[in-house]
Every structure is written in C-alpha cells, then in structure tokens.
C-alpha cells in the first residue's frame, strides 16, 4: 500500500480549493481520510512501543478538520489542503505536548512535536521556569548528537531574555522563546513509501520523547482554559 490516495486528494483540493468541488469529491475525501486514520492508528502502535502513554488513542478523535476558520484571515479558501494530527496521553489537545503529523503535497510534511502554541501565557511561563531551573538536562537533551541530526529547536521568540530572569543564564538564548517545538521534512516520494514513512516516522518520534518528556514535566500542573 502507498499514501498517494492521500497527497493525490490533498493536491487536487489545493487546486480546486472551493465549496463546489469538495461537496463533488466526497468519495475521494472518504478514501483519503480512510488512508489517514490507517497511518494514525498504526503511528499510535508504532509510538506505544516507546510510548505507552498514546495506546488507548483512537485515530478518529486525534485528527483536525480539513475545514478552515476565514472570519479573521485574508486567506478567504475554505480548506486546509493538509491531513494532521496530535498524539499525546490527551489526544489531540495542545497541551500535553505529543506527537505531530502534517500531510502536505509539494514538500509541505512534516513530523512535530513539543509545544507549538505560545498563546497560553502561563504554559510559556512554567517552561522558562523549568528551563532556568532545569538548564543542564535541556542542554543535554537539545546537544545530543542524534537529536542534532534531527531536530533545531524552533519558537516564536522575544528580543530580550524577559524580565525576571537572569540575562547571564546558560540557556538565556531558550528563555527569550514563547514556544519550543521541532519539525522534521519529509519528501513526498517518502510519504507515497508507506513503509519507508512509517518506519521514518516512529524513528523520528522516538528521538523526539526526551524533548517532549522535559515540556510535560514543565507543564505539569497546566490546565487548559475553560471555553
């Protein structure tokens, strides 16, 4: 079996990214999506062997709409021509953080993982926190040759070490961020591999837990806002 059901469908919606054309591609919108929740489910098992945390998932409730929300954007297309998902000991919530996976035709996959979201002020104050308390295990986690080959730690980030912390600290550079994730690319002749992506992906993922495991001990005590 190959993903390409799933990055032909992608391409054709990014083509054709209006309301008419998606209502009359039902069939290959069901195909595709069936394709996805496949690879998430298996990326579930493939994870748990590491990662007991993620097993009790299913893949249906870790997967985020095509749909997208236009009322504040200038980009008034209606879909995401993207099939993702969050796996953590949560689900698909941000928090705790977990593991990401982005379909994109084009270039645009990727692996994730850590915290993507720096709209949760006090999620970004108890990782600095951890971060000035904890700087000799970040330092550790984030210089390891494996992960080197994998990963930079990415954020939005300020231009100043904020006030409150000390300017002079070992990981000075990491408490400027508001968030701290990873991506890792992946062709799109690897993802029509469906072997090869798997067995890329769960690689990926496994050498990600350290980065992951640090941010949830960080973020213990979070608890996301009430709606």
Known sequence: MDNKTMLDYLAAL???NNREWYHAHKTEYKAATAQFEELVQALIYGIGAFDPSVLHNVPKELTFKLVRDTRFSHDKSPYNPSFRAHISSMGKLPIPVGYYVMIKPDGGTFLG???F???FANATAMVRD?????PDEWREIISDAEFKKYFTVKGTSLKNVPAGYDKAHP????LKYKSWYLEYPVADEEVCDS???LKKSIETFKVMKPFNDYLNMA???FKMPER
């Open 195 to 197: 072997e090869r992506f």
């Open 130 to 134: 951890y971060i000035a308390a904890h």
């Open 171 to 174: 990981q000075a550079e990491y």
């Open 113 to 115: 993982g850590g915290l």
């Open 14 to 16: 990014s083509a054709n």
């Open 219 to 221: 973020l213990k005590e």
């Open 117 to 119: 979201a720096d709209m």
